[in-house]
């Protein structure tokens, strides 16, 4: 088995974490309050990952250090509205809408570094923008506020994918993904005090999934993604991201019996074609070009 095989497999290991996490996240929600459960959950997954890379922070810059707060506070907007917003939506909906994120990278790009976007990023713009109105826009013209939530952790969240293309190549990649994990966990700490203060949880069940998306979902989730994208193509890595919906969708309909009626069915096989058109056609369009990918 070779390197690029092995890296496609550890991706794909990556986003089945992450696609069974939005319903241990919705299942602490029970438990706990939003600001607390982020706090918890990223502050044990830096403790973890600061202890694997203690030997790196020798390396630490200020420059790396900045880049790693400004990812880390986009990242936590991103995560403060998904995880606010999966408490008033499906599980697969949640999945689906996050997923949106890829599809509006392109777009955002045009603002942040004046890229000029391809026509299948347009496309695929386009089309998810319709699945997602499928899938959030009921009879009568009835917006879902979980779904609207989560819509905004999707554009945090592919901010935070343009700037960490931008600043992992200027900086230490992994002290930057180590220490942004802890820049979302210690302002969910911080922002407890809206919520009454912090608490610790008692519940075993809490626990179970919070060390599960604290270990798997997150410190071993950025550990991998950073080091498997240096042996496999984009073509690859976005062919993997896209199946995150499909597996939260999947665990949703096996574990909690979440169905989706025919619109939102529609809806979420748009939003599939417009992620493959926006990140994985412009990609196959390279290889067959200029076989670099």
């Not at 690029?4 to 990556?14: G, T």
């Not at 999934?209 to 798997?216: H, Q, R, S």
């Amino acid at each position: 088995m070779n390197k690029q095989i092995k890296a496609d497999i550890s991706l794909l290991l990556v986003t089945l974490g992450w696609g069974i996490s939005f319903i241990l996240t919705k299942d602490t929600l029970d438990f706990m309050k939003p600001f607390n459960f982020i706090g918890i959950r990223f502050l044990t997954a830096f403790f973890l990952s600061a202890i694997f890379f203690l030997k790196r922070f020798k390396d630490l810059d200020k420059k790396t250090f900045k880049h790693a707060v400004i990812l880390g506070t986009v990242l936590f907007v991103g995560y403060l509205f998904q995880t606010i917003g999966i408490q008033y939506t499906t599980v697969t909906n949640s999945g689906f809408i996050t997923g949106f994120s890829v599809v509006i990278v392109p777009i955002i790009a045009i603002f942040l570094l004046k890229h000029k976007p391809e026509k299948s990023a347009i496309v695929g713009t386009i089309l998810a923008i319709i699945g997602l109105s499928l899938m959030s826009i009921k009879p009568g013209f009835k917006i879902n506020i979980g779904d609207t939530l989560t819509l905004i952790s999707a554009f945090a969240f592919a901010t935070h994918i343009i700037l960490t293309g931008e600043f992992s190549k200027e900086g230490k990649p992994i002290l930057i993904g180590v220490i942004q994990i802890g820049v979302v966990g210690f302002l969910g700490l911080f922002s407890t005090i809206f919520e009454g203060g912090f608490i610790i949880p008692t519940e075993i069940i809490v626990w179970k999934n919070i060390l599960f998306l604290a270990t798997v979902c997150t410190a071993a989730a950025f550990i991998i993604q950073t080091v498997a994208q240096k042996y496999t193509t984009a073509t690859h890595t976005a062919l993997i991201y896209i199946t995150e919906p499909v597996f939260a969708a999947m665990f949703a309909y096996v574990l909690i019996n979440e169905k989706l009626d025919t619109q939102s069915i529609i809806g979420a096989i748009l939003i599939l074609i417009g992620m493959f058109n926006a990140e994985v056609f412009p990609n196959l369009k390279k290889y067959f070009i200029n076989k670099k990918i």
